[in-house]
């Protein structure tokens, strides 16, 4: 689209309740209604809490893509 502006796309570490609830929501959006392993908020927490990476991608303020990385034990 040319005349689209362009928006940066700004990647952030993933910390708190509410990013990890966006992640469940993005994670549904992405794998559809039927999709019933989205890894659940307090997993997400725990994960990042022990170590593990968790990191958004935001357009505009919404997030669009998400990467995560859990560590072994």
Known sequence: MPNSPIRPVVC???TT???FAVVVELEREIWGPGYDEVV???ILAV???RGGILIGAFEGG???ALDRKSTRL
Request: without cysteine.
């Open 12 to 14: 952030r570490d993933l």
């Open 62 to 64: 919404r997030m669009i």
């Open 40 to 42: 659940p908020v307090p």
């Open 47 to 49: 994960t990042v809490l």
């Open 17 to 19: 309740l509410e990013d």
